[in-house]
């Protein structure tokens, strides 16, 4: 079985442009190989947001390289759009993975008809790092509706499957590399032990409620950080508990990282930034 290594949190909070309230709870300033392939995790909320009326709520145009951006939707909506072309809308329970690959530039903004209203907010944004033979190839995007996740029922609570398998059981998310991801929900005292494969890094964030792991108490907007060795990992929830599980297999490649950019390398990163100031990533098209 796998075991707690650590309980990551943080307490502060800042602004994505002026539509996410978000907790990095990991990124790739500190230890990488730890959270590999993952890179960074940004949780958007709780937030109870106004009405808009017609402003829009995000963030404008920006670049990325190097790596995937996965958009998990959990009260509110997202609008992605961005310069290859691809764009949509999602709500909760959805899932945008946008592969930036060589180079994209995108924007993020609250749901038309969630702008209008308001209401609460939940968002996690994960980014998912690309194996160096795959930072070349052109920008893709898959839009993750909830009719595409199969939906496991567990003894006491139930795992949808947005990446990766469980039992026999597939996620619709294409991956470069081996990952499981995983929106489970417990309820309340319920104990189970979830299937994390052996030789993946492991991350459980806690989005509500309570678990605790090998005695050790993981409250909201906490990720607890499992071994990689081991099989399995037995949780048990203190009130109705949301969790994002997130499996993978290690890259054993340098991360090296500025901003919206990860590479490799340094030379990488400015060649990603003289790229980016020369105009040689292309613009957001018109709106259709
Ligand atoms: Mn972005």
Known sequence: MKTLIEVLSNPHRHWVGDGF???????YQG???AISPFLLF??????AFEPAGAHRRGV??????????????????????????????????????????????????????????????RVVQLWVNLPAKDKGPPAAYQAITRDM??????AAGRARLIAGAFGDAR???????????????????????LPVPDGHNSLLAVLSGQLSIDGQAVDEAEIARLTEAGAGVTVKAHGDTVLLVMTGVPIDEPVVGHGPFVMNTHAQIRQAIADFNSGRFTAIGPSS
């Open 21 to 27: 309230p978000v907790r990095s709870l990991f990124s």
């Open 31 to 33: 230890d990488t190989r």
């Open 42 to 47: 940004d949780y958007a909320g709780p937030w």
């Open 60 to 121: 404008g145009p920006h670049p990325h390289r190097g790596f995937e951006t996965v958009t998990i939707v959990y009260e509110g909506g997202v609008s992605h759009r961005d310069s290859a072309g691809h764009g949509g809308t999602i709500g909760p329970g959805e899932v945008q993975w946008m592969t930036a690959g060589s180079g994209i530039v995108h924007e993020e903004y609250h749901a038309p008809d969630f702008a209008k209203t308001g209401g609460a907010f």
């Open 149 to 154: 996740i199969p939906e496991i029922p567990l």
């Open 171 to 193: 996620g619709p998310a294409k991956t470069f590399t081996p990952i499981n991801l995983w929106d489970v929900r417990l309820v309340a005292d319920a104990e189970v032990t």
